[in-house]
């Protein structure tokens, strides 16, 4: 066992296909298992914003830009890991006579063109489900109890948009291909918690931590969640009339994503360096929703974490502490 000492860090990452990302003080680095069984370590070269415009790393204002360069970096690490891992590979996927055509006049930006189509429905239909649904549902309730519960919209939309998460998460891990991504991410949190226990990052060491991590992205979109249950309900007393028109108050309440979606990163930073009640008590469904999105990883699958971690940590403990 290690004489380091525990410590609360910054490192982070995201779990790919068949991989691990890590970002620390050594940059951003993915160890992906190929095809061969070896596993393929690489550094990535990626511009943070603050670094360029001094504002954009100012409290809140770092959320928003977080968020935002965490859904681009994360679409350009799945696309490497899909064809590291040797996925991708197009030469063995039987293709019909319209992707034929599109891959001949399109060539290589045809899995680009693709994935931006499908980035662009995605959003359609994430708006569709946790903004048009839950306010949809919530009309058709107050019809049937004569208005009862206008007083309450806020707060009742907010509930079922974490009920329409939850059936959602709880679905998608029932997929094959989903709950083998979900062990690298139990292997990404597993590494990391270990590395914050002062042990050494071993099989064995991992193996016996946490799967549940505060800093989590699941936790991050699920403090969101609870935040806008707050800021709805105060929009309804705030905008009442506004409230009545359906796509009007769905309009309102996307306005205010950005400002919600600052004030849960500083949650999450917070929460990170902290253990007090209010932050167990706020971070306590993220860290149940955390059940469905990780799950334990094998031993192989726990040794890419550790090579994606020791890629982007140093030898000084005190180099990637949370700022």
């Not at 709880?170 to 597993?190: C, N, P, Q, W």
């Not at 918690?193 to 991050?220: I, M, Q, W």
Request: glycine letters at 8%; proline letters at 3%.
């Amino acid at each position: 066992m290690s004489d380091k000492k525990t410590h609360k860090t910054s490192v982070g990452g995201q779990a790919l296909i068949e991989g691990v990302m890590m970002q620390g003080p050594r940059g951003i680095a993915t160890a992906v298992r190929q095809e061969s069984g070896n596993i393929l370590v690489e550094h990535h070269e990626f511009k943070h914003a603050k670094e360029k415009v001094k504002f954009l790393g100012w409290p809140v204002i770092r959320g928003i830009v977080a968020f935002v360069e965490s859904m681009i970096l994360g679409y350009k690490m799945l696309m490497y890991s899909a064809e590291a891992s040797g996925m991708e590979d197009m030469e063995d996927v039987e293709m019909n006579k319209f992707e034929k055509w599109l891959t001949d006049k399109l060539g290589d930006k045809f899995m680009d063109i693709l994935m931006v189509i499908a980035s662009f429905l995605g959003v359609c239909l994430a708006i569709l489900i946790f903004f048009y649904f839950p306010v949809l549902l919530f009309n058709r309730l107050n019809v049937w109890t004569d208005g009862a519960l206008t007083a309450w919209q806020g707060t009742i939309e907010g509930v079922l948009k974490i009920i329409i998460f939850v059936v959602y998460i709880a679905l998608v891990s029932r997929m094959k291909d989903i709950k083998r991504t979900f062990m690298y991410h139990g292997a990404e949190h597993k590494s990391i918690a270990c590395y914050e226990a002062g042990l050494d990052l071993t099989v064995e060491n991992v193996k016996k931590c946490s799967r549940f991590h505060p800093r989590c992205g699941t936790s991050f979109i699920f403090v969101m969640l609870i935040f806008s249950i707050v800021f709805s309900t105060i929009l309804s007393k705030i905008f009442p009339s506004i409230a009545e028109v359906r796509i009007l108050w769905m309009l309102l309440k996307m306005a205010f994503i950005p400002f919600i979606m600052g004030i849960g990163y500083e949650f999450i930073k917070y929460a990170g360096k902290h253990d007090n009640v209010i932050v167990k008590i706020l971070s306590a469904p993220g860290l149940w929703m955390q059940r469905l999105t990780t799950n334990e990883p094998d031993d192989e699958i726990i040794e890419v974490g550790i090579e994606a971690l020791k890629a982007v940590i140093t030898d000084n403990p005190e180099d990637d502490e949370i700022k």
